[in-house]
């Protein structure tokens, strides 16, 4: 419950002028601490800066690197899903297990693994040499 909380409250701070899209997030690292994060437009697209990507800056930011928990939410008749981007943000710092809960204002939720969000993750393995 913290997490939806904490991103149904920094979504309503989301700048989405172009859009009128909000999208929260929050995540909870291993040692249990939540970061928050909205979408940032820019007039010139797509310079703007996605809900995700502030959580992980801000989590970056206080000196933490591990994702225990991820939650989502936008006001759409379904659950959104990070996009490609932030899918690899996430794998950067969570591993293949870390649940990701997505959901609306209207109550639909979506569980899914950071594996499931993206298969295939391009790790830090594919930049070790033979």
């Known amino acids: 419950m913290e997490l939806l909380e904490a991103a149904r409250r920094v979504r309503e701070m989301a700048y989405?002028?172009?859009?009128?899209?909000k999208v929260g997030?929050?995540?909870?690292?291993?040692?249990g601490t939540v970061f928050v994060g909205c979408n940032v437009e820019n007039?010139?697209?797509?310079?703007g800066t996605c809900a995700e990507a502030g959580a992980i800056a801000a989590m970056a930011a206080a000196?933490?690197?591990?994702?225990?928990?991820?939650?989502?939410i936008a006001d759409s008749p379904e659950p959104v899903t990070p996009c490609g981007g932030c899918r690899q943000k996430l794998a950067e710092f969570g591993g293949p297990d870390v649940p990701v809960t997505m959901t609306g204002l209207n109550g639909k939720v979506l569980h899914m693994t950071l594996a499931e969000l993206l298969p295939g993750a391009f790790t830090q393995a594919h930049m070790e040499t033979s």
């Open 63 to 72: 000196g933490e690197r591990q994702i225990a928990e991820v939650l989502v």
């Open 16 to 21: 989405a002028p172009y859009s009128n899209f």
């Open 25 to 31: 997030a929050a995540l909870r690292t291993t040692a």
């Open 43 to 47: 007039v010139a697209y797509p310079e």
